[in-house]
């Protein structure tokens, strides 16, 4: 079985593909789809709001600090990359599976 999320190591971390779903009804990972961890976020995507939202569900959700998330890519747009620092990406892995159980 494949994993999931396919995380992509980089030199400055791991590149997390997420598929953000704004304006839903609470802040939750909610699964996986194609391949991107499925973040839902109770903000309009307006002036970076719900970009922030990701953030803080993916830091709660993945037991890792607010600093360590960074968007690289898809600002405007629901699929969105972020690079995760200071972690190991199978402890990264991990955390997810434990998050994606839980569902």
Known sequence: ???????????????????????????AIVGAHAGCLKVAVTQAPEKGKANEAVVKVLAAGLNIRKQQITLIGGATSRQKTFLISGIDPRELQKRIADCLDGI
Do not use: Y
């Not at 079985?1 to 802040?27: H, W, Y």
């Open 1 to 27: 079985m494949s994993d999931p999320v396919e995380l992509q190591s980089r030199q400055t971390g791991i590149a997390l593909p997420v598929r953000a779903q704004p304006r839903a009804r609470k802040n």
